[in-house]
């Protein structure tokens, strides 16, 4: 572990030196951990901003909050529709650049009239091989990225949160709802509020990693493959069937390739 609170003293000596911060906090694994750290480092000079917008679930804002009440930690809540930023709804593949943009302006000037000299977010470098184009926006911005500066993993910052006994430590991970549409779909608040409900019954059920992936009508679930079997099972693959069909999906569809993040990525 020496190597890791090696790194984790390079993310503290970062938060120092940007004087005061406000962290961009959703409440999952990443930003958990930076918040937690910009807190341990900074006290009082360090908040969390919490975009609530129809991408954010009802369940992740819950637990933003819980985080901040339990830790002590200030929390600006920044309300947003990102379906009113020119170009996102129509989700073009660089739509991730053009909400981003927006939001983190948002955040920029919220910050600012709250005193804050920065504002982070919780970008790792695991985030550096993937199809990522919300990172032009954040670096066009100067939004820092501590956790990927100090050479964090996402499995190393959920060993270090499980140090910490952070809550999220184990959370599974949970894009924003947007993600859930394939590129050059129309994204509507309808169709968001009938992805964050399909996902809600899963978690209900009991399962904790999924994706709710929409198709006009059609809804394609997926899941590690671990959890097929239960799945299937008469009861709960009825009873999955019968509610997504009564909040509105024709087809639903279990995708034999399992859980895969970034799925919808061209």
Known sequence: ???????????????????????????????????????????EKAAAVTVVSPLLSGTERSDADEFCRRFGIRQII??????????????????CYICKRALFEKILATARENGFSAVAEGANTDDDGDYRPGKRATAELGILTPLRSAGLSKAEIRELSAHFNLPSAAKPSFACLATRFPTGTLITADKLKQAEKAERFLFELGFTQFRVRIHGEDARIEIPQADFERFIEEGTRKAVYDYLREIGFRFVSLDINGYKTGNMNI
């Open 1 to 43: 572990m020496n190597g890791l609170f090696e790194k984790y003293d390079n993310l503290k000596a970062q938060l120092v030196c940007a004087g005061s911060v406000a962290v961009a906090f959703s409440g999952g694994v990443d930003s958990s951990l930076l918040l937690y750290a910009a807190k341990d480092a900074l006290g």
């Open 78 to 95: 920044l309300e947003t529709n990102p379906l009113e930023i020119p170009g996102f709804a129509e989700n073009p593949a660089d739509r």
